[in-house]
T-cell receptor, first 113, second 113 residues
């Protein structure tokens, strides 16, 4: 079945460091891909998405490019801030009769001042 | 728009008691999802509805769990009888269409003692 694999956390970075969180997927067909962020004590929020190969999703300085050839959707940010500390979830939706998002296990990011 | 509204935010109950969690999706969204989040298991899909009809309840752990969606603006998740292992954060999410990403509520933190 469809699945999402994220890099294990936690990830600890200093402020202004470069961030990469790896995400790869397995899916039949052509899924839509998403990154969600969960701040402490809150629900998940959609961060960005891409619906077809080579699309780049971006928001709040974060970017991810849908790579069909490597089945990847890695999340990147050039300069992280303390306020980016959160748990990040990669997810896919393969559509069809399923309809529900399949989430990775999440990667906790801590940014130190 | 007030977003997805869940109540209560926190619930502490004794083992064996009935617990009812409530969710009001975003107006116009036709899909509603119930998730459970724990440290051990991460984010688990329990059940989802499309146009008020349950589509997939294979994630509901046991017969003690039941969910209803009597109309487009309200859903409940009931646990009867509750057990300590049901302690978790329960999230409700809604979306306008499959594949468009979800809007999550802030969650209900359930503690069963």
């Amino acid at each position: 079945g469809d699945s999402v694999t994220q890099m294990e956390g936690p990830v600890t970075l200093s402020e202004e460091a470069f961030l990469t969180i790896n995400c790869t997927y397995t899916a039949t067909g052509y899924p839509s891909l998403f990154w969600y962020v969960q701040y402490p004590g809150e629900g998940l929020q959609l961060l960005l998405k891409a619906t077809k190969a080579d699309d780049k999703g971006s928001n709040k300085g974060f970017e991810a490019t849908y790579r069909k050839e490597t089945t990847s959707f890695h999340l990147e940010k050039g300069s992280v801030q303390v306020s980016d500390s959160a748990v990040y979830f990669c997810a896919l939706n393969s559509g069809g009769s399923q309809g529900n998002l399949i989430f990775g296990k999440g990667t906790k990011l801590s940014v130190k001042p | 728009d007030a977003g997805v509204i869940q109540s209560p935010r926190h619930e502490v109950t004794e083992m064996g008691q009935e617990v009812t969690l409530r969710c009001k999706p975003i107006s116009g969204h036709n899909s509603l999802f119930w998730y459970r989040q724990t440290m051990m298991r991460g984010l688990e899909l329990l059940i989802y509805f499309n146009n008020n009809v349950p589509i997939d309840d294979s994630g509901m752990p046991e017969d003690r769990f039941s969910a209803k969606m009597p109309n487009a603006s309200f859903s409940t998740l009931k646990i009867q009888p509750s057990e300590p292992r049901d302690s978790a954060v329960y999230f409700c999410a809604s979306s306008p269409l499959f594949g468009y990403g979800y809007t999550f509520g802030s969650g209900t933190r359930l503690t069963v003692v």
